[in-house]
């Protein structure tokens, strides 16, 4: 079983930054993927960035959705199964749940989406 962890949401004024963290613990071989979506009030739940691990180091590719590209940077920390989402020049737009995703593999055949709680995530004008 696979467990992720999310932390650091908040308050921030517009303009300002946040750092988001998610831990996956558990039984895990490797993890093929990891990222964030969120989700406001009253709309559908959306992608927002996720790290990819390809075969080779120089495969992995990491995805933005455009809305947050060039303002937010997700990062990871293999030895702690971390990621990490640093979010610059935040929006009151940018105001939703944030939930940490991941797809996980705990044998060489198969693999399992995992959701973490969300992390409330509130930018005032």
């Known amino acids: 079983q696979v467990q992720l962890q999310a932390s650091g949401g908040g308050l921030v004024q517009a303009g300002g930054s946040l750092t988001l963290s998610c831990a996956a613990s558990?039984?895990?071989?490797?993890?093929?993927?990891m990222g964030w979506y969120r989700q406001a009030p009253g709309k559908q739940r959306e992608f927002v960035a996720r790290?990819?691990?390809?075969?080779?180091?120089?495969?992995?590719?990491?995805n933005y959705a455009d809305s947050v590209k060039y303002r937010f940077t997700i990062s990871r920390d293999n030895a702690k199964n971390m990621v990490y989402l640093q979010m610059n020049s935040l929006k009151p737009e940018d105001t939703a749940v944030y939930y940490c995703?991941?797809?996980?593999?705990?044998?060489?055949?198969?693999?399992?989406?995992?959701w973490g709680q969300g992390t409330q995530v509130t930018v005032s004008s």
């Open positions: 995703n991941a797809q996980i593999s705990d044998t060489p055949w198969d693999e399992n989406d995992y």
């Open positions: 558990g039984s895990i071989l490797r993890i093929n993927a």
């Open positions: 790290f990819t691990t390809g075969t080779m180091i120089s495969d992995d590719s990491t």
